[in-house]
């Protein structure tokens, strides 16, 4: 049997590898009769290779184009683009100045022309444009409150979408009637379209009143200006868009269960929709170690050697002032629930490669994690507490550092056991 982490990294590695979007992108595009003369914008943690994919497929065809991305996500120039570096998770100036600059380059199109939009996750940060009377800080000021409530991404586009002009189907609105070919890179659990990015150019399913109900939900006052725009209606139909989707958490949970048999596991795939909080989730895992060491598993699960997989996105509560994300916040607390077993190794990584506002993709970690941390004089259930998952992960050498993937499909949750 090969080194479990040696295993694990190759698991991570060649999942992400078959959901990066390049092959996809060119295999949307060259199954279709496209014109010339046509525009292209691509928002997203990976609408950079999404773009030069298309460029690539589409050559001459492109007229213009522009990239919004975030930072250090862009691969360089392509040729007769634009790239737009800017802020995740919260938009900054960059975001408005981004979709301003598209909002400028298809104001002057018609019926006749074409536009090839590229989404992937992030887009919401990335691409965004306040209606008149609220403010970027309006917008960062509610979405820091919505994730230090837990609140889940379907609850924080709702809100985001009845405050932006290019949110909820109101860019398709703004093209003038413009055939839209949209490829999208879903980071959403359940594939919804109209919370992908906040649904840009796809009709949208949320409402005003929706909107009011999760900030009831998570006890949120706001002024009085935002009220007036949250009360804006955003599009229940849009007629100019197509949209095809190229990759999700799905494929990305098929491809490590696919990587775990190659390397002589019996692996199965027990859900790609987690969404609970990540140290439940942490729990979940280590529960599930549990059983698989103790032998008191059931016939439907495989026997060791085998790789247990999740995949979908957590949450994080904020109760602390620590530094992590929510896939490193799901490796500590399973490091506390599998301490003293042997054999064994749980990670938790974002297929973006970036996970929170931290350069670690998520965390790796086995029965000896937790006295490692302890040995670099951290506790670790303090550490957890604090949400400090980085830090303690740092001092027992379980980070997993990618840098930019290319991709992003939510997140991958693996146990490998011996």
């Not at 909820?168 to 413009?178: E, M």
């Not at 400090?388 to 992960?393: F, G, K, N, V």
Request: hydrophobic share 40%.
């Amino acid at each position: 049997m090969h080194n479990l982490r040696d295993d694990a990294m190759r698991i991570i590695r060649e999942s992400i590898k078959a959901v990066l979007p390049d092959a996809a992108v060119a295999r949307a595009l060259n199954k279709r009769e496209i014109p010339s003369d046509l525009v292209l914008v691509a928002i997203g943690k990976a609408s950079w290779n999404m773009a030069k994919a298309a460029k690539e497929a589409l050559g001459s065809k492109v007229k213009r184009g522009i990239v919004i991305t975030k930072y250090h996500h862009s691969g360089g120039p392509i040729d007769g683009f634009e790239i737009i570096e800017a802020g995740h998770p919260l938009p900054d100036g960059n975001s408005v100045l981004g979709a301003t600059k598209v909002l400028e380059m298809v104001s002057q199109l018609t019926p006749d022309d074409q536009v090839i939009f590229l989404i992937s996750g992030g887009g919401s940060s990335l691409f965004e444009k306040p209606l008149d009377g609220v403010s970027l800080q309006d917008i960062s000021d509610l979405t820091n409150q919505l994730l230090g409530c837990g609140a889940d991404i379907i609850e924080m586009n709702t809100i985001r979408k009845h405050l932006s002009v290019v949110k909820g189907g109101r860019f398709a609105r703004q093209c003038n009637g413009a055939k839209i070919f949209t490829i999208v890179l879903s980071d959403v659990v359940g594939d919804k379209l109209d919370a992908i990015a906040s649904g840009p150019a796809y009709a949208d399913g949320t409402t005003s009143a929706d909107a009011f109900r999760i900030l009831e939900k998570y006890n949120i006052p706001v002024g009085n200006h935002l009220i007036e725009a949250l009360m804006q209606e955003t599009p229940k139909t849009i007629a100019n868009c197509e949209t095809v989707i190229t990759g999700n958490v799905t494929a990305l949970c098929q491809a490590a269960a696919k990587s775990a048999e190659k390397l002589g596991y019996s692996s199965i795939v027990l859900s790609t929709s987690v969404g609970c909080e990540a140290r439940e989730m942490g729990g979940i895992l280590a529960s599930k170690v549990k059983e698989l060491t103790s032998g008191s598993y059931s016939e439907f699960m495989p026997k060791p050697p085998c790789a247990i997989v999740y995949g979908g996105e957590t949450v994080v509560r904020l109760m602390g002032s620590g530094k992590g994300g929510r896939n490193q916040e799901v490796a500590l607390a399973a490091a506390l629930g599998i301490e003293g077993i042997e054999n064994v190794v749980v990670f938790s990584v974002g297929s973006d490669g970036t996970d929170g506002p931290t350069d670690a993709a998520g965390g790796m970690v086995d029965g000896d994690s937790a006295a490692r941390m302890r040995a670099e004089s951290i506790v670790p259930e303090e550490s957890l507490a604090n949400n400090d998952s980085y830090h303690a992960l740092k001092a027992s050498d379980d980070l997993i550092v990618t840098g930019p993937t290319g991709t992003n499909v939510n997140d991958l949750m693996v146990i490998l056991c011996k």
